[in-house]
């Protein structure tokens, strides 16, 4: 069974920087798309970016795009998100979440497994 546990998440300042970590276990992921998802209270919950875990091809939201970088480390089976120019509104729980298949889907029901999220908040 796929399991993923994020880290990394805390109170930061605005113009701030943060990076978020996924450690994934109970599957080769060679042929997985890893993805970053967030919820705010209040609102819906929103793609952010992904990975292709093989080629490392990835692929981000308007909103998060020259701000966020996600990478991987396939050696140790871990999945960052590297937030720079923190704002205000990035503050949300964010997810790890996984699916095998070669797509970089942005809808989370596509994806079947995720972590139980860590809290990012952003103050003003």
């Known amino acids: 069974q796929v399991q993923l546990v994020e880290s990394g998440g805390r109170l930061v300042q605005a113009g701030g920087s943060l990076r978020l970590s996924c450690a994934a276990s109970?599957?080769?992921?060679?042929?997985?798309?890893m993805g970053w998802f967030r919820q705010a209270p209040g609102k819906e919950r929103e793609f952010v970016a992904a990975?292709?875990?093989?080629?490392?091809?990835?692929y981000y939201a308007d909103s998060v795009k020259g701000r966020f970088t996600i990478s991987r480390d396939n050696a140790n089976n871990m999945m960052f998100l590297q937030m720079n120019s923190l704002k205000p509104e990035d503050t949300a729980v964010y997810y790890c979440a996984a699916r095998n298949g070669p797509s970089m889907l942005i809808i989370g029901s596509n994806y079947p497994y995720w972590g139980q999220g860590t809290q990012v908040t952003v103050s003003s």
């Open positions: 109970g599957r080769t992921f060679s042929t997985y798309v």
């Open positions: 990975i292709k875990w093989s080629e490392g091809s990835t």
